[in-house]
């Protein structure tokens, strides 16, 4: 399964949703460095795939703030295209 954002919003909910809440309680050393447990960013994955907005606050994603990071570095990793473009690229580096 793919995450998908099915609205016509410019920024897609799953990834308003883990960035706020990262903003609001990750602020911790390598929060997009290092890796949440594999199962819970599944579980989050399978709750805003099934287009649903899940409650960050619960304990489970609250004592693995590192996998919120992860679900916004797998969204960006699944996007069809780059979000830098391969034309762009030598522009960026």
Request: hydrophobic share 35%; proline share 4%.
């Amino acid at each position: 399964a793919q995450l998908t954002d099915n609205t016509c919003s410019l920024v897609p909910q799953v990834l308003k949703s883990c960035t706020e809440f990262i903003e609001k309680h990750g602020i911790v050393d390598g929060i997009y460095r290092l890796s949440g447990i594999a199962s819970n960013i599944q579980k989050l994955r399978h709750e805003f795939d099934s287009e649903q907005i899940p409650d960050l606050t619960k304990d489970i994603y609250i004592q693995d703030i590192h996998c919120v990071g992860s679900l916004c570095k797998l969204y960006f990793r699944e996007l069809p295209n780059p979000l830098l473009t391969y034309q762009l690229y030598e522009k960026f580096s």
